[in-house]
């Protein structure tokens, strides 16, 4: 085993990989070079780049479940989603391509799964089933994944983007309301998100009640 090399180091050495190049960057050649060290022996910690992947979203999901135990401290699972989302989006957007590594990736370390028994056992106090709130959470992480991924994406290409002014162009004045909805693309991130996120949980409440 090589000294000096941990599972820990390689994580950390990974993620700022991951921020500085993107996910296409992060590979078994790259990572030894970056420790100075031969690409084998890292396998003595990590078997294959899925499992550098599933550390690498595991310690992210660490901070989520950190940044959870201390924001989350309500009864209502109405307000709960909506905290969990944002700390997941959050969490997400402090990485170069965060939603699309770590979204996928299997979470390692059980003491993460163990920190959502107390606000489960409170949500479901509270009369909702565990079905119910499961559903409800893999609604909530789906539509977090792929807001996160195009806000991600649209940043990324810079200058390169969309551009409505164009879009606009091509379609002319005979269709406005197809023109106006492409304008919501361009309003505040942050706005959106809240919004679209009420809307979810909205409906999931009102479904959820009959």
């Not at 992210?60 to 109405?78: N, T």
Request: net charge negative; proline share 2%; aromatic share 6%.
């Amino acid at each position: 085993m090589t000294k000096g090399i941990t599972r820990a180091r390689i994580v950390e050495t990974a993620l700022q990989l991951l921020d500085e190049e993107g996910i296409n960057a992060v590979t078994a050649r790259a990572l030894a070079d970056r420790l100075g060290v031969r690409a084998p022996a890292l396998y003595w910690h990590v078997g294959s780049k899925q499992e550098i992947l599933d550390e690498m979203a595991t310690e992210i999901h660490r901070r989520v479940a950190r940044q959870l135990e201390a924001e989350l401290q309500c009864d209502s699972w109405h307000e709960g989603f909506a905290i969990y989302a944002r700390v997941l989006r959050r969490e997400y957007l402090k990485h170069r391509d965060g939603a699309r590594t770590f979204s996928g990736a299997r979470v390692t370390d059980v003491d993460v799964l163990r920190a959502q028994e107390t606000f489960l056992r409170r949500w479901t106090s509270s009369g909702l089933s565990l079905a119910d709130i499961g559903a409800a959470g893999q609604l909530v992480r789906s539509f977090v994944v792929g807001f996160a991924i195009e806000e991600q994406d649209r940043g990324q290409a810079g200058g390169q983007g969309y551009s409505i002014a164009a879009r606009d162009d091509v379609l002319g004045a005979e269709i406005p309301l197809v023109a106006g909805t492409g304008k919501l693309v361009l309003s505040p991130p942050d706005e959106r998100f809240e919004r679209y996120v009420e809307i979810i949980l909205t409906g999931l409440e009102a479904t959820l009640s009959r």
